[in-house]
């Protein structure tokens, strides 16, 4: 019983703020927080836990009680993903994704937004007061900035919304870790 008090209790604590690395776009760094999935007329939600290397990106979707459910990876060479005793593979995460589950994310693009930056020079990009991204359209995406982590302009995300035509994905934040390896 004791235990679970004390799930209980970390589960309440707020979070450290989390304020960019100077070179953020070279970070290496690890989030941990909640994926919402609206996808034609299905809805799933997950944990999530990614953590993003240079070359590489292991992404965990979670139970409610942290047990993982699936875990998609990527490196230069080929991506997977793993579901219980199913074992995907393909070139690379854009492709594999598509394959097992309808859709597709740009890995590439998601690890620039999740850091509130434009992925490449032709985006479309709407700031607020304090000069970061409200909202911003790029490759067929809208990508909504709902919340950051603080009132200041180098604060980062920790809710944004991704959309396209009958895909929807909410990114809820709680944490950040930096150089994570």
């Not at 309440?12 to 690890?30: G, K, L, N, S, Y």
């Not at 979707?61 to 199913?86: C, F, M």
């Not at 509130?116 to 790029?138: C, F, N, T």
Request: charged letters at 30%.
């Amino acid at each position: 019983m004791r235990w679970l008090l004390l799930l209980l209790l970390a589960g309440c604590a707020t979070q450290p703020v989390a304020v960019r690395p100077q070179h953020v776009e070279d970070a290496d760094f690890a989030i941990n927080g909640r994926i919402l999935v609206k996808h034609d007329d299905k809805r799933d939600s997950a944990g999530l836990r990614w953590a993003h290397q240079s070359g590489s990106d292991e992404i965990l979707l979670l139970t409610p009680l942290g047990q993982t459910v699936a875990r998609i990876y990527r490196d230069d060479k080929e991506a997977t993903l793993d579901e219980n005793s199913k074992h995907y593979q393909d070139k690379d995460v854009e492709s594999l994704m598509m394959k097992v589950l309808g859709w597709r994310l740009q890995m590439d693009s998601l690890h620039r937004w999740i850091l509130g930056q434009p992925a490449a020079s032709d985006a479309l990009v709407e700031r607020d007061k304090l000069g970061r991204i409200s909202v911003q359209y790029q490759d067929g995406w809208e990508v909504r900035y709902l919340k950051y982590s603080e009132d200041k302009a180098d604060s980062l995300p920790s809710r944004m919304r991704l959309s396209r035509p009958n895909l929807q994905l909410t990114l809820l934040i709680d944490g950040w870790d930096w150089n994570s390896k």
